[in-house]
């Protein structure tokens, strides 16, 4: 029964958005993480989204000449990618971590985007619970078949 | 006398099927409503019933009018009925997905099911009423 399916789909929407979100939390913690260098200064994080499919679509790429007679078996987090935006480079000579220049490096984050993020990320996470709740409502009549 | 499930039960029995499908590729556009490139999918109620009468699973037909051509059957199958989307608003980063359309969908999906299961129901009541002949 395809409705089982709905569960492992919805459920790894959630999963996906709860990792967006995790990285929308850690990027607005560390919103005014500030370094000495360019290395060691915090960069946004951003999660990497992509269809997951069936194995045997998997093992033909995933593409449109696949056998692909299921339209896919939910959403996969493939990785967490940092931002290559500018870091913003103060010049603060009092700061205690400024450097010999007397300059301190923020992180790229920013904060409006990241709210926006934040809200859509929410949003999408109820979507998910949506539909696994009127899936379980729908496979819960169907257990009622016959009485 | 032997009773066959399959036609006391008419249609409703694949209609729940259906409904069952159809909900599971909506559910996987919504949860795909952030992915780069995903093209949403629907299942097309008309086609898959043709399908289904017809008795011809595939509902990409490629002639070969030399020995030499590949057999494309096995390369592009899309389920019957499996379609992607035309979206109304294509967004920048290739995805198709309107995730309010797409609820919309669900939603209406759900209610088509209760409705396929209600007669479904309805078929075995009949049944029971039948066999118990009160």
Same mark, same amino acid.
Request: no cysteine; proline share 9%; charged share 15%.
């Given at each position: 029964m395809s409705l089982d399916r709905i569960f492992d789909i919805a459920g790894s929407g959630m999963n996906a958005q709860s990792v967006r979100l995790n990285t929308t939390a850690s990027n607005i913690a560390n919103a $005014?993480?500030? /370094? /000495? /260098?360019i290395d060691q200064t915090y960069r946004a994080r951003q999660a990497v989204f992509a269809t997951m499919f069936n194995e045997q679509q998997q093992a033909l790429g995933? /593409?449109?000449? @696949?056998? $692909?007679? #299921? @339209?896919? #078996?939910g959403v996969n987090v493939v990785g967490v990618v940092e931002s290559d935006a500018e870091l913003q480079a103060r010049?603060?000579? $009092?700061?205690?971590? @400024?450097n010999e220049e007397g300059y301190v490096y923020y992180p790229n984050v920013n904060v409006v985007e990241e709210m926006a993020n934040m809200m859509a990320a929410s949003r999408a996470y109820q979507t998910n619970v949506e539909i696994m709740n009127t899936a379980k409502t729908m496979l819960q009549r169907v257990l009622t078949l016959g009485q | 006398m032997s009773l066959s499930f399959d036609r006391a039960l008419g249609v409703h029995e694949q209609a729940l099927a259906f409904r069952a499908e159809r909900a599971s590729v909506l559910a996987n556009n919504i949860a795909n %409503?952030?992915?780069? =490139?995903f093209k949403a999918r629907d299942l097309d109620f008309a086609s898959v019933l043709e399908a289904q009468q017809s008795g011809d699973q595939r509902s990409v037909q490629m002639t070969r009018t030399? %020995? =030499?051509? +590949?057999?494309?059957e096995s390369l592009i199958?899309? %389920?019957?009925? +499996?379609r992607y989307r035309t979206p109304s608003q294509p967004s920048i980063d290739g995805n198709t997905v309107e995730v309010q359309a797409e609820q919309a969908r669900y939603t209406e999906n759900a209610v088509d099911f209760q409705a396929s299961f209600t007669f479904l129901n309805s078929k075995f009541k009949g049944l029971m009423t039948a066999l118990r002949g009160d």
């Open positions: $005014d993480t500030v /370094s /000495s /260098s995933g /593409s449109l000449f @696949a056998p $692909d007679d #299921q @339209a896919g #078996q010049y603060e000579p $009092d700061h205690p971590m @400024a | %409503a952030d992915t780069p =490139n030399h %020995a =030499n051509h +590949l057999q494309v199958d899309q %389920a019957a009925g +499996l």
